[in-house]
Nanobody, 114 residues
Framework: QVQLRESGGGLVQPGGSLRLSCVAS????????MAWYRQAPEKQRELVAN???????YYADSGKGRFTISRDVAKNTVYLQMNSLIPEDTAVYYCNSLSILYPWGQGTQVTVSS
């Protein structure tokens, strides 16, 4: 059973940056495309970005040009570098496989506010 643990969130001012990390326990996690999702208060969870096994990436319009997803297969870790943060980025951020194969972790809270 793969477990996901997100970290790196926090309170940041508009224009600031954060780097989120997601560690997946279990070797199966390295076989799949991985993704970052987020859920803002009273909104549905949405896809932010994903990265395939071959390293190709996709970004939702909301983060295009500001976010960068990457992975370290050897460490079973997926990262999300977020720059030029805006208040609309405030949400709990989660990782999972692109097909949402694993139980959700607790997520990491990102709050963008002055």
């Amino acid at each position: 059973q793969v477990q996901l643990r997100e970290s790196g969130g926090g309170l940041v001012q508009p224009g600031g940056s954060l780097r989120l990390s997601c560690v997946a326990s279990g070797s199966m996690a390295r076989l799949y495309a991985m993704a970052w999702y987020r859920q803002a208060p009273e909104k549905q969870r949405e896809l932010v970005a994903n990265i395939a096994r071959d390293g190709s990436t996709y970004y939702a319009d909301s983060g295009k040009g500001r976010f960068t997803i990457s992975r370290d297969v050897a460490k079973n870790t997926v990262y999300l570098q977020m720059n030029s943060l805006i208040p609309e980025d405030t949400a709990v951020y989660y990782c999972n496989s692109l097909s949402i194969l694993y139980p959700w972790g607790q997520g990491t809270q990102v709050t963008v506010s002055s």
